[in-house]
């Protein structure tokens, strides 16, 4: 069993960045961990993601080049650098983990429970 909490959402400037935090407990080895979002009125979509090992990460072309996403395996811990954010960025963000998480589809085994993201122009 997995459990991901996430943490670091708030009200921010357009420009301004924030750090999301996803700390995992439970054993979570070999999973693709991830970031979605969910703005008001719309569907839930794919951000980030990052494999296990940490050398393939994939982005939402909407985000490519402003965030980052990195893990710390040692820390169970999943971050999303997020810089440049723009008032489309507003959302929830959530966490996931899974054997599959990509741009193009994804297999979640796990979801956190979501941190707001509210970025004013």
């Known amino acids: 069993q997995v459990q991901l909490v996430e943490s670091g959402g708030g009200s921010v400037q357009a420009g301004d960045s924030l750090r999301l935090s996803c700390a995992a407990s439970?054993?979570?080895?070999?999973?693709?961990m991830g970031w979605f979002r969910r703005a008001p009125g719309k569907e839930r979509e794919f951000v980030a993601a990052?494999?296990?090992?940490?050398?393939?990460?994939d982005y939402r072309d909407s985000v490519k080049g402003r965030f980052t996403i990195s893990r710390d395996n040692a820390k169970n811990t999943v971050y999303l650098q997020m810089n440049s954010l723009k008032p489309e960025d507003t959302a929830v963000y959530y966490c996931?983990?899974?054997?599959?998480?990509?741009?193009?589809?994804?297999?979640?085994?796990?979801w956190g429970q979501g941190t707001q993201v509210t970025v004013s122009s």
């Open positions: 996931a983990a899974g054997p599959k998480l990509s741009a193009g589809g994804a297999v979640i085994n796990y």
């Open positions: 439970g054993t979570f080895r070999g999973y693709t």
């Open positions: 990052i494999e296990w090992s940490g050398g393939s990460t």
